[in-house]
């Protein structure tokens, strides 16, 4: 019901940056909150950053606070991931997502986009 496109991975090196983008079309009335979740290989998807697109509140997972900053251009239904300081850790297929209702937790996600591959060397 919400179509979703993430642009703006790429190849780095440690401690380079990267800003993502993320594009809602279709039913955004329902996209009350939207949010950025990672999968390395091997690994679950794991949650990266939320914000609501009312009141602009934020929330972060520890393993990337401090270093990137999600936000929000609401006329345009589109959510930004500046990621600053990059880590070989923070390899992964990024995904973007959206919800009517707050969520951190993957399996309450049930709309993804198709993903943008942010690799990041040593």
């Known amino acids: 019901q919400v179509q979703l496109v993430e642009s703006g991975g790429g190849l780095v090196q440690a401690g380079d940056s990267l800003r993502l983008s993320c594009a809602a079309s279709?039913?955004?009335?329902?996209?009350?909150?939207m949010a950025w979740f990672r999968q390395a290989p091997g690994k679950e998807r794991e949650f990266v950053a939320a914000?609501?697109?009312?009141?602009?509140?934020?929330l972060y997972a520890d393993s990337v606070k401090g270093r990137f900053t999600i936000s929000r251009a609401n006329a345009k239904n589109t959510i930004f991931l500046q990621m600053n300081t990059l880590k070989p850790d923070d390899t992964a297929v990024y995904y973007c997502?959206?919800?009517?209702?707050?969520?951190?937790?993957?399996?309450?996600?049930?709309?993804w986009g198709q993903g943008t591959q942010v690799t990041v060397s040593s």
């Open positions: 997502t959206a919800r009517r209702y707050w969520s951190t937790l993957t399996n309450d996600y049930t709309n």
């Open positions: 914000i609501s697109m009312n009141s602009g509140s934020t």
């Open positions: 279709g039913r955004t009335f329902s996209a009350n909150n």
